[in-house]
C-alpha cells in the first residue's frame, strides 16, 4: 500500500535547524499541493487544527501523523514523509518530532487502507529506528516499502 502512494518526489530529508513546526509542515506537505493531491487550503486547515487543537498528531517519540478532517480540500488519497535530521518541536518542546508524515484522504476506502498501513509502519519499533538512522530518500523509501 505505502509503495504505491508514497513515491520518490514525495519524500524529503532536511537538516531542520531554525525552521518552525508551521514551515516544516508546508514543505513536507508541498510536493503533494505541487502534483494537485491536495490544496493549499488543506495545509492551512491542518496548521489552523493544530493551533486550536493542540499537537495531538505527535503519536509517539519523534513522530507526527499530519492530516486534518477537511476531505473536501483532498483530490486523491496520498502520503508525504519529510524527515529533519535535527528534532523540531511540534508547538513545545514536549513535542519533539523528526518524522513528519503529512497525509490526506479522498474517501473512506483510502483513508482505512493509509491508515491500517500507517499503524503497521509505526508500530514496528525498528521501522522507527530504520526511519530516524536513514540518511537518503532512497533508505527511508527501503523502510516504508516493506509494508504491504
Not at 64 to 85: D, E, G, H, M, W
Not at 141 to 147: I, P
Request: with cysteine; glycine share 4%.
Amino acid at each position: 500500500m505505502l509503495s504505491n502512494l508514497l513515491k520518490k518526489n514525495a519524500v524529503t530529508i532536511i537538516d531542520g535547524n531554525g525552521i518552525s513546526w508551521c514551515e516544516v509542515i508546508q514543505v513536507a506537505a508541498e510536493p503533494l499541493v505541487n502534483n494537485g493531491s491536495i490544496m493549499q487550503l488543506y495545509v492551512n486547515s491542518i496548521i489552523e487544527t493544530i493551533v486550536r487543537d493542540g499537537p495531538y498528531m505527535n503519536i509517539g517519540p519523534r513522530v507526527a501523523l499530519i492530516y486534518t478532517p477537511f476531505s473536501k480540500y483532498v483530490r486523491q488519497t496520498c502520503i508525504s514523509l519529510l524527515k529533519s535530521n535535527v528534532p523540531i518541536a511540534l508547538m513545545s518542546q514536549e513535542h519533539m518530532v523528526n518524522l513528519w508524515f503529512v497525509i490526506a484522504f479522498s474517501d473512506a476506502e483510502g483513508r482505512l487502507k493509509l491508515m491500517r498501513a500507517m499503524t503497521m509502519l509505526l508500530t514496528d519499533p525498528n521501522n522507527i529506528s530504520q526511519l530516524l538512522l536513514a540518511r537518503d530518500v532512497d533508505a527511508l523509501l527501503k523502510v516504508t516499502n516493506t509494508v504491504k
